[in-house]
């Protein structure tokens, strides 16, 4: 069952303080209205909703000038998280938002929560992952999620290295065709020399 609630505070990424929508009855009553987050659409709410969006404005506000030296330093981190993996670079298990949230929360020295961290799945491989942090609306940083083996056994494929081992392979099918080319013009310096003295 629907439920009619006018939003108190932002509950991102979908609602804004001071509007009135319809969510489904346990959300409001388990969640949303426990927490102070959201009331009954009642008409006396209905009369305060100018005055809350103003206040949630300015708590916006307040909140992003807070949070710019946090997104400041986390714009651009690159951080390295272990887990055990097997062939193919496939994680046994994954790395999720908490583990994330608690390297970036050390790396930066302030507390970085993990609902902050928009990962659409965990992480189950070996490589690098670019991952948004939603500070705030308006402050999204991404950060640079590198996974590795703990043991030091497996690495993952990188699109650039196959290239170079392309690369590589190619330099030194090129190098024994240039060596044979040699030997056979060798020998026949020693054929002609060969038939002179003859």
Do not use: C, W
Not at 125 to 147: A, K, N, W
């Amino acid at each position: 069952m629907r439920f009619q609630v006018v939003f108190l505070a932002d509950v991102p990424p979908k609602y804004m303080a001071g509007e009135i929508r319809a969510v489904s009855g346990g959300f409001a009553r388990n969640y949303l209205i426990p927490q102070g987050l959201a009331a009954p659409a009642t008409s006396e709410q209905m009369k305060r909703i100018e005055k809350i969006k103003k206040v949630a404005e300015t708590k916006r506000s307040k909140d992003a000038s807070d949070l710019k030296g946090v997104s400041d330093k986390l714009e651009g981190l690159s951080i390295t998280l272990k887990g055990r993996a097997g062939e193919g670079g496939h994680l046994y298990g994954s790395i999720t938002n908490i583990a994330i949230a608690e390297a970036l929360t050390e790396a930066v020295g302030q507390d970085i929560d993990r609902r902050t961290i928009t990962l659409t799945e965990p992480i189950r491989d070996l490589g690098t992952f670019e991952v948004p942090v939603r500070l705030h609306m308006d402050l999204i940083p991404t950060v640079t999620v590198v996974v590795e083996d703990a043991a030091g056994r497996y690495f993952a494929v990188v699109p650039g290295d196959e290239d170079a081992e392309d690369d590589e392979d190619n330099d030194e099918a090129i190098n024994e065709e240039e060596a044979e080319a040699g030997d056979d013009a060798v020998d026949e310096e020693e054929e002609d020399e060969d038939e002179e003295k003859a």
